[in-house]
């Protein structure tokens, strides 16, 4: 068997509905990821979001939703279901898929 692995680094992000930009991801106070905009002033993830909102004060926050997140993973595996039979999700922002 040979299996494609599937990476969605900023499925926390894409799953957000009405995103505007910048902005950023966050959980118990500290940024998990950030979009492009909020990454060119200094966003990162990890920082307290103090910090990012010091660093963009325009910052769009957005605390992490994983049933949201889960949501949005199985949309993309029924997406990639028409490319193969055989799949599995591996959370919380990868898809397996055997190709071969």
């Keep these: ?10 499925l926390a992000l ?3 509905p009405l995103r505007q930009s910048p902005s950023a991801v966050v959980s118990r106070g500290r940024v998990l990821l950030c979009d492009q905009a ?3 002033t200094g966003v990162s993830a990890g920082q307290k979001l103090s910090t ?6 325009g910052l769009a926050v957005f605390e992490r939703d994983a049933l949201r997140e889960h949501r949005a993973l199985e949309s993309l595996a029924c997406w990639a279901g028409q490319f193969t039979p ?15």
């Design 52 to 57: 990012a909102l010091g660093l963009q004060a």
């Design 86 to 100: 055989t799949l599995s999700l591996a959370p919380p922002a990868g898809l397996l898929l055997e190709i071969g």
């Design 14 to 16: 894409e799953a957000l």
């Design 38 to 40: 909020a990454a060119e």
């Design 1 to 10: 068997m040979l299996w494609l692995a599937l990476h969605f680094p900023l």
